[in-house]
């Protein structure tokens, strides 16, 4: 590689040695870079292609035990640090972004079982998760997508159960999933935000529909599903929290999705921005390697810079969570926001640096464009984001 490549790899290598990770978890995060490089990677192409689910990939990442790094020492897992987990799924979203998105909404699911799940609930679900069990988080509905408060899900209580019936729209994992977190309102509660309550579904439950699989433009191998609850009967002791109090563990959830979500798409940008770099280094045009041209350095600068400070800002983040910070949706939504708006910039740069063969399946930069562009709608679209951000200076009158 020549001197510009080897000054990017100084800054990328600077760059991936600020999270404050333990010495295990370096390591673990080696073992995870090694499995996405070696293993996953390779299989990207392919798995885009026949968008079958990559049931490969999950049964390496559980060989690693990688599921239980977010699950507590008490219940079966290794609890290492949410640093350590954005590393993680950056890497693996790198090298296959639908794997990367499958195994951090595991994370996205339980998450609030952790933090919010009684002894009881731990103690029973937790060690199934540190096992890799796969998990789902079904928010949208039909009707009820950037405005979730607009759910109709219902959950009627019948003594030791809850009957669970409607239907959730676009779930990741959401017809493999071994335990799908569904939000909806209780019945009697009324249709307001003081209805929404929160349950988990195992999977197999009598009455759990997947009505369809969607056919989508990128993340192609990992799946997206319609479900519908038909009069689900849930046991009682599935319900996290207390009916009714379901809007803050949605809002609190949401706050540890988003950063994961950015750091899946910045392992979609490193991805791209890297396939560029090899690319314009070696092809010449006009006697000369298309780096070299003056226009296309200026293009590089901005895009290297943006990339620099956005993954500077997911350190930032993962430092807030790990420190323990209270209410962290500004700086989560400012780096879901500029993380995806970068990911999708860089990716659709990268083709163009390609140029005709850009546009062909023989570069996997063709694949990252696609890839990105789910990540400006997900997990709030960026035009919600910007809302959240702003609304945010509002003084309190
Ligand atoms: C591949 C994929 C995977 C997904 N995975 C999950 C999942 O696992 N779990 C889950 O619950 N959901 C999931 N979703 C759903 C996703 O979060 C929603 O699609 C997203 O929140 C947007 O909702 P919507 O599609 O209904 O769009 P709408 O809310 O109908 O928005 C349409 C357009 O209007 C804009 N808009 C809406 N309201 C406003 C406003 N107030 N101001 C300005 N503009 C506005 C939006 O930004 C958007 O551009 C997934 C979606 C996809 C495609």
Redesign the pocket.
Same mark, same amino acid.
């Given at each position: 590689m020549g001197e510009v490549a080897a000054a990017a790899t100084t800054l990328f290598d600077r760059l991936d040695a600020i999270p404050p990770l333990a010495a295990e978890e370096r390591q673990l995060c080696e073992s995870v870079r090694a499995l996405a490089r070696d293993r996953i990677a390779p299989a990207a192409a392919a798995h885009d292609r026949s968008a079958a689910f990559p049931w490969d990939n999950v049964k390496a990442i559980n060989a690693l035990g990688l599921n239980a790094m977010f699950v507590p020492e008490a219940y079966g897992g290794a609890g290492l640090s949410y640093a350590a987990y954005l590393a993680c799924v950056r890497e693996i979203s790198r090298a296959c972004a639908s794997t990367g998105i499958i195994w951090a !909404?595991n994370f996205h699911a339980v998450k609030p079982l952790v933090d919010s799940g009684s002894e009881e609930q731990k103690r029973r679900l937790l060690p199934r998760v540190a096992e890799g069990a796969l998990g789902?988080?079904?928010? !949208?509905e039909a009707d009820a997508? #950037?405005?979730a408060t607009g759910m109709t899900t219902r959950f009627a209580p019948e003594g030791d159960t809850v009957v669970v019936t409607g239907g959730? #729209?676009?779930? !990741?994992?959401?017809d493999v999933a071994d335990l799908t977190l569904v939000f909806g309102k209780w019945a009697g509660l009324g249709d307001g935000r003081d209805a929404i309550s929160a349950l988990y579904l195992e999977k197999g439950t009598p009455g759990l529909v997947v009505l369809r699989k $969607?056919e989508?433009m990128g993340?192609r191998a990992s799946s !997206?599903a319609a479900l519908a609850f038909e009069a689900c009967r849930v046991p009682r002791a599935n319900v996290l929290g207390r009916p009714g109090g379901g809007l803050p563990l949605l809002l609190a959830a949401l706050n540890k999705s988003r950063p994961s979500v950015a750091a899946h798409a910045l392992g979609i940008a490193r991805a791209a921005f890297e396939d560029a770099i090899l690319y314009i280094n070696e092809r010449r045009q006009s006697g000369r390697r298309i780096v070299e041209f003056q226009g296309i350095q200026f293009l590089l600068a901005d895009l290297a810079t943006d990339l620099a400070m956005c993954e500077a800002w997911l350190w930032h983040v993962a430092r807030l969570v790990d420190g323990g910070a209270a209410d962290i949706g500004p700086e989560a939504s400012m780096l879901k926001m500029r993380a995806s708006d970068l990911a999708m910039r860089i990716a659709t740069e990268a083709v163009q640096l390609h140029g005709g063969y850009g546009y062909c399946l023989d570069y996997r930069v063709e694949r990252l464009m696609r890839d990105a562009k789910?990540t400006q709608?997900? $997990?709030?679209?960026?035009?919600?984001h910007r809302?959240l951000i702003g609304r945010s200076f509002i003084a309190k009158g």
């Open positions: !909404t789902a988080l079904a928010i !949208t997508g #950037s405005d959730k #729209s676009f779930i !990741t994992n959401g $969607e989508k993340h !997206t789910i709608i997900w $997990e709030g679209t960026n035009q919600i809302q």
